[in-house]
Antibody
Framework: EVQLVESGGGLVQPGRSLKLSCVAS????????MNWIRQAPGKGLEWVAY????????YYAETVKGRFTISRDNAKNTLYLQMTSLRSEDTALYYC?????????WGQGVMVTVSS | DIVMTQTPSSQAVSAGEKVTMSCKSS????????????LAWYQQKPGQSPKLLIS???TRESGVPDRFIGSGSGTDFTLTISSVQAEDLAVYYC????????FGGGTKLELK
């Protein structure tokens, strides 16, 4: 069974940093690209970042480019999202999802709240 | 940049009713080399993560009931639920993955 479990969220002040993790199981993690997708409270879905299976290809939404860094450790079956210079508009539930073109499996999400 | 527009934003339905919702893209999602439309549909129930229903505009994921039908090509796409069940009340999102992924604003199905 495919499982994706996010962690690392919490309350953080504007301008500070936070690093999210997503541990994958139930499939060969190193064979798949991965997405981070977020959802602000009561809002729709916003794609944040993508990383290919071997980390050769990385893409970001314009709203986070230069502030967020996606990475992965295939030996640990873990996906990361390093978030810096956080803003109130980054407040959201952050999902990791397996990328197969679309996103076929999603984690339960981890909440990030940016507030003073 | 591609713009994805979903209509309606909400729809009140009764059990057993046929429902259609629309997703329009500002540019074609049909890739000429493989003749595939890079369009997916997701269902999100309250308090749950989104669930992939349909990829490539019309390919149902394993386990998705056949009352969910995706159709369309190019810039105009439709998700049809042939006979709505109570468990189908949710928000439905389309997503283009022709370029960097972009979701539509969603269509919320509510009980009439």
């Amino acid at each position: 069974e495919v499982q994706l479990v996010e962690s690392g969220g919490g309350l953080v002040q504007p301008g500070r940093s936070l690093k999210l993790s997503c541990v994958a199981s139930g499939f060969t993690f190193s064979n798949y690209g991965m997405n981070w997708i977020r959802q602000a409270p009561g809002k729709g879905l916003e794609w944040v970042a993508y990383i290919s299976s071997g980390s050769s290809y990385i893409y970001y939404a314009e709203t986070v480019k230069g502030r967020f860094t996606i990475s992965r450790d295939n030996a640990k079956n873990t996906l990361y999202l390093q978030m810096t210079s956080l803003r109130s508009e980054d407040t959201a539930l952050y999902y990791c999802a397996r990328a197969t073109g679309s996103s076929d499996y999603w984690g339960q999400g981890v909440m990030v709240t940016v507030s003073s | 940049d591609i713009v994805m527009t979903q209509t309606p934003s909400s729809q009140a339905v009764s059990a057993g009713e046929k429902v259609t919702m629309s997703c329009k893209s500002s540019q074609s999602l049909l890739y000429s080399e493989n003749k595939k439309n890079y369009l997916a549909w997701y269902q999100q129930k309250p308090g749950q993560s989104p669930k992939l229903l349909i990829s490539w505009a019309s390919t149902r994921e394993s386990g998705v009931p056949d009352r969910f039908i995706g159709s369309g090509s190019g810039t105009d796409f439709t998700l049809t639920i042939s006979s709505v069940q109570a468990e189908d009340l949710a928000v439905y999102y389309c997503e283009q993955y022709y370029d960097t992924p972009l979701f539509g604003g969603g269509t919320k199905l509510e009980l009439k």
